[in-house]
């Protein structure tokens, strides 16, 4: 199928139109997730907006707006209770992840909730959103860039450092809860688009590989964004050109790219040990 002609069809336009939005912004979060070690975050907020679609689907509202508000009252529970227990954060996400996971099920039962229209949360549909979806994923696609821009000192000097960013009059808890609630917010929209299965396409990958050449804050950021974009634009036109799923096809190319900026970081590791290597050696044959 040629790409181009795919753009006729208004479910495959608005697919690729939040695509590029989630490809260009989401590896923002993405960073967010990787600095601070939020991966145990991620799969909880995954498993909870699988209930919040369960209870969403059990009582007829938008699956969306449940798993938002579910994930929202998550995020704000996470940090007090862990305080309140003096548990690690992550071990009070396990106890989250666990228990939504079994509310879930209850309710599919109880409620009689066809699983397979739970389970379809899991993998989601690029091309079955609403011109509602749409706007959302770009609204918060663009909010999150601009958290980005207009607060990167302060952002930056919590990724560097939580507690030397508090000595230095930063409202930590403050910019630490925003950043767990974007998270919350582009793991349920990232479930909505592809799925939960496929979702650190747009998340993780980018912001994987950008750690990888990244020399700065500024430059992660930067190259997440462009990385996730580019991997959008390589994967949807691969999809449409082979006919296969387009969540398959950034994945791959994610794949490939993060597999690229290994090689690379790579070969600049080895030719900066080369450098110091020979630069030793001509300074003892100096001092000879």
């Known amino acids: 199928m040629n790409p181009l002609a795919a753009f006729a069809y208004a479910p495959l336009l608005k697919g690729f139109l939040a695509l590029l939005a989630a490809g260009a912004c989401f590896p923002l979060v993405g960073v967010f997730i990787l600095r601070l070690n939020l991966i145990p975050l991620k799969f909880t907020l995954m498993h909870g907006a699988f209930l919040g679609g369960a209870l ?36 009070v996400a396990g106890f989250f992840m ?39 994923t770009v609204g918060f696609a663009l909010a999150a860039a601009a958290f980005v821009l207009f607060f990167f000192k302060p952002i930056g000097a919590v990724l560097f450092d939580r507690e030397i960013a508090f000595s230095a009059g930063i409202n930590e808890r403050l910019y630490s809860n925003l950043i767990a609630i974007a998270s919350g917010f582009t793991v349920t929209l990232a479930m909505k688009l592809i799925g939960a299965l496929l979702l650190d396409a747009v998340l993780i990958l980018p912001a ?14 930067v190259l997440a964004s462009v990385f996730g974009l580019t991997y959008a634009l390589i994967g949807f036109a691969g999809a449409t050109a082979v006919d296969v ?17 290994f090689a690379y970081s790579r070969l600049v590791r080895r030719s900066r040990a080369m450098k110091g290597t020979t630069d030793n050696t001509d300074e003892e044959s100096n001092h000879g």
């Open 56 to 91: 969403a689907l059990a009582v007829g509202v938008d699956p969306l707006l449940a798993g938002f508000l579910l994930n929202a009252v998550i995020v704000l529970t996470l940090a007090p209770l862990a305080r309140a227990t003096r548990l690690n954060e992550g071990y």
């Open 98 to 136: 666990t228990l939504t996971v079994a509310v879930a099920f209850i309710v599919i039962y109880k409620a009689s909730v066809p699983a397979k229209d739970v389970f379809a949360l899991l993998w989601g549909n690029i091309f079955a959103l609403s011109s509602i979806d749409l706007a959302v």
């Open 208 to 221: 994987l590989a950008a750690l990888l050449v990244a020399r700065s804050a500024r430059g992660l950021f």
């Open 245 to 261: 799923p387009a969540s398959t096809g950034v994945t791959i190319a994610g794949a490939v790219g993060f597999g690229a900026c």
